[in-house]
């Protein structure tokens, strides 16, 4: 099987050698070789763009013969997903489906959640390099009293450093995704962990709302502390 930009895939059905390009012409067809091209000339000068005559005598000349699949998986794939619609595709990337779970959405990029939680919190202060992240770990990290969160010290850089590492371990063992809506932020997109620590975002993933404590009874009253 050859790749080909990432999408179409030929089946090889042989590979036949030859000393030269132009014995290769010779036993194959040059319309099938090079479509297009209606001499043996013009395709020895096509050919020498990417082959040097020291590359020929070198290596000879391979002709590797393909064939179309009868079906392209890109074109197999995309009949699957459509069978299965939104909540099929959810329900593969692991998202629950609860009340209020939103139906018509599908979870944001990684890359798009570390790109908002990395966003600089004072953009207009000069020298601030503070991430949300790091802001919003800042209100954790006196939360837990097993110290889940660890300690957020030092200098803005490290903070953020250290605020990366939990976003990043979080999304790595996260076994709850859900997009659903919460008062008062709306449609969110959330994960958890198994210890119910967790984060959350907007739908599209371009807002980093907060990291999020177990949930417990009281919770508000007691200031998530536990």
Same mark, same amino acid.
């Given at each position: ?28 067809? &040059? +319309?099938? =070789? @090079?479509?297009?091209? *209606? /001499? !043996? ?60 779970? &939103? +139906?018509? =959405? @599908?979870?944001?990029? *990684? /890359? !798009? ?114």
């Amino acid at each position: 099987m050859i790749l080909l930009n990432k999408c179409l895939v030929l089946e090889v059905q042989d590979v036949r050698h030859y000393a030269t390009f132009s014995k290769m012409l010779e036993a194959e067809s &040059i +319309s099938q =070789v @090079l479509p297009g091209v *209606k /001499s !043996t000339e013009e395709g020895l000068q096509t050919y020498r763009k990417f082959y040097t005559e020291e590359e020929e005598r070198s290596y000879g000349v391979i002709a590797i013969c393909v064939s179309n699949l009868v079906v392209q998986p890109a074109i197999l794939l995309a009949s699957i997903l459509s069978e299965l619609s939104y909540e099929g595709v959810q329900s593969l990337l692991g998202l629950a489906h609860t009340t209020g779970t &939103i +139906s018509d =959405v @599908l979870s944001p990029p *990684k /890359s !798009t959640l570390l790109s908002s939680f990395m966003l600089s919190y004072n953009p207009d202060v000069k020298g601030s390099t503070l991430t949300h992240g790091a802001r919003a770990l800042a209100k954790h990290v006196n939360r837990s009293s097993n110290k889940y969160w660890g300690n957020l010290n030092g200098s803005d850089s490290n903070k953020n450093k250290l605020a990366m590492g939990v976003i990043m371990d979080l999304i790595s063992n996260s076994c709850w995704l859900n997009m659903y809506t919460v008062q008062p932020h709306g449609d969110v997109f959330e994960i958890r962990v198994a210890e119910g620590y967790g984060a959350r975002w907007s739908k599209d993933g371009y807002k980093f709302i907060g990291f999020l404590e177990p949930y417990m009874d009281d919770g508000h009253l007691k200031g998530w502390k536990h």
